[in-house]
């Protein structure tokens, strides 16, 4: 009897680096994996037709803060929560 069993990995590694006076750049790499055996099975499938599947996803974010003064900062276009 095949049973649905899911199984989820992550990996992120952030990494900062100041360049010159007043920029910040920032990498951000994630690698997530899903995966899910004996799926397909109910209503009319019959548990010897379950399938395994495996999805990855990788990631790769790169963005710039750039300050302008001690009080201003400019974020970089893919900062989707600018802090207050």
Not at 13 to 37: A, H, M, W
Request: hydrophobic content about 30%; charged content about 20%; proline content about 4%.
């Amino acid at each position: 009897m095949n049973r649905l069993s899911d199984a989820c990995q992550m990996f992120s590694l952030p990494t900062e680096e100041k360049i010159g006076k007043n920029d910040t750049v920032t990498l951000r790499y994630s690698l997530n994996r899903f995966s899910q055996s004996g799926a397909g099975v109910g209503q009319l499938n019959v548990p010897d037709h379950a399938y395994h599947q495996t999805n990855w996803e990788n990631s790769l974010q790169i963005s710039d803060s750039h300050t302008v003064n001690a009080r201003l900062l400019t974020l970089s276009e893919d900062d989707e929560h600018p802090s207050k």
